[in-house]
């Protein structure tokens, strides 16, 4: 079984048909960090303080912005509970820059994923990066920047609408080699609708790590 | 339109089949580094030495070895010809270590993709590398270590299948983290057959590459 974790809550059949197209065959469990917690409980992970928020969705709809640093030990306690339940491989679905999970099993971070995967692609290092708050904007232009990028960043929430297209307007203008959605809940239709927006080349967070998925599943078989 | 630049010669319903499948109604152009050249001609460049050979496969079935300095540049006319011809984004079908190719739209090199891929998957960074020729695994060895990994090599080339099995028993090691078909002659079937016969997971440049040019061509 392949574990996936959402930093949120689920359900998420955003995820479930991604991992259902690109993982076809293989038995897969979603479960969100956040699952079970109240309201109340998750107001007061947000007030936490700290430098790197990350952005999630809840059962409700409604979204939280909740500390990197706040949401390791929970997300890495969601991981083991998967292994307990025989997960064989874990998938982390937020690109978030967590520290290297020790579970016991592989873990596919997008958050690795992704620079990598970039890197082969723009050699000239010009990205352009959509993070989803505009509260992670100054901190993932850091951590693109350390990874030897020159980044241009955009803001624009998969989960409020009418942010895309002053997203795409930037990237239109700063014309970068390739655009990297870097946010979990960008999905397909973000993607097709940002490409048409912007003409720029893209790289999704979502499908990339399914397909990835399903890449190293395949050679399992 | 995707563009695709073959090694040796077209056709290539391999590589057609594998890009199609991630790619279903985008329009798929594969052009081949040595289309239009006689045996002969294919022949003269085999002759050139060096020291980084590609195993390559021409329209009639044979194959033949060129060093990656001969054909880099014949990949790279091929490369612009496909982008002056409308393409979005190019991918390169062969797993070499090509230089940058630097046209205006994604150049998709597994060369590159592989490593990146694999560093991100694998945390002992312990990996075996398939090569598919014998003379092609020193400078596949040495292309890895730059990269950072410690690195078991073999060879079975995807044009001859008595090879699979003598290379997945040198790969039969569980201190491997992973397998790289370093080749993208090697298809899905070949993988998973190596994988059984190994029993040590493969990443493919072939299923690899189809599915990140589907992702920056919108599929």
């Known amino acids: 079984m392949l574990g996936l974790v959402t930093i949120g809550q689920t359900p998420r059949p955003d995820f479930e048909a991604a991992f259902k197209e690109y993982v076809p065959g293989v038995e897969f469990r979603i479960v969100g960090a956040l699952d079970g917690l109240e309201p109340g409980e998750i107001d007061d992970l947000s007030a936490q303080p700290g430098d790197y928020p990350l952005h999630m969705l809840l059962a409700d709809g409604s ?56 890197g082969a692609i723009a050699t000239s290092g010009r990205v352009g990066v959509v993070t989803p708050i505009e509260s992670q904007r ?84 | 339109m995707l563009g695709l630049v073959t090694i040796g010669q077209a056709p290539r319903p391999d590589f057609d089949a594998a890009f199609r499948e991630h790619l ?14 006689s045996v002969h001609q294919v022949d003269d460049l085999a002759g050139i030495p060096g020291t980084y050979p590609l195993h390559t496969l021409l329209s009639d079935g044979s194959t033949r070895d060129i060093d990656i300095s001969v054909l880099a540049p014949l990949v790279e006319k091929k490369a612009r010809a496909l982008v002056d011809d409308g393409a979005r984004a190019v991918a390169i079908c062969c797993a070499g270590g090509f230089p940058d190719i630097s ?68 790969m039969a090691d569980p201190e491997l983290e992973v397998v790289i078909l370093d080749c993208m002659g090697h298809g899905a079937e070949y993988r998973d057959q190596f994988s059984q016969l ?13 599915k990140v040019a589907a992702e920056i061509v919108g599929g």
């Not at chain 1, 997300?75 to 874990?90: E, Y």
């Not at chain 2, 592989?114 to 075996?128: E, F, H, K, Q, S």
């Not at chain 2, 190994?198 to 189809?210: C, D, I, K, V």
Request: overall charge negative; proline content about 8%; charged content about 20%.
């Open chain 1, 63 to 118: 979204t939280a912005d909740i500390q990197l640093e706040t949401l390791q030990p929970i997300v890495k306690q969601t991981m083991l509970n998967l292994v307990s339940d025989g997960a064989s491989a874990i998938g982390l679905l937020c690109t978030g820059r967590f520290p290297e999970f020790e579970v016991g099993v592989p873990v596919l971070e997008p958050g690795k994923l992704l620079p990598a995967v970039a």
């Open chain 1, 138 to 221: 100054e901190i993932v232009r850091e951590i693109w920047e350390s990874d030897g990028f020159s980044p241009t960043v955009a803001v624009s929430s998969p989960y409020h609408e009418g942010q895309i297209e002053a997203a795409a307007k930037v990237m239109a203008e700063a014309k970068p080699e390739l655009v990297v959605l870097d946010c979990m809940g960008l999905g397909p239709d973000h993607r097709d609708e940002f490409t048409r927006l912007s003409g720029c080349p893209t790289l999704t967070a979502q499908t990339l790590l399914a397909k990835v998925a399903g890449e190293v599943a395949g050679g399992l078989s």
């Open chain 2, 24 to 37: 279903p109604s985008t329009e798929i152009k594969l052009l081949g580094a040595l289309d239009g050249m």
């Open chain 2, 103 to 170: 046209c205006g739209v994604p150049v998709l090199r597994p060369g590159r993709l592989l490593p990146a891929l694999a560093g991100a998957v694998c945390r002992t960074r312990r990996i075996g590398v398939v090569s598919p020729i014998a003379s092609q695994m020193a400078p596949a060895q040495e292309k890895w270590e730059k990269d950072g990994f410690s690195v078991k090599t073999a060879f079975a080339s995807p044009y001859r299948h008595d090879e699979i099995t003598a290379a997945a028993e040198e």
């Open chain 2, 198 to 210: 190994s029993g040590r997971p493969a990443l493919l440049a072939q299923t690899l590459l189809a």
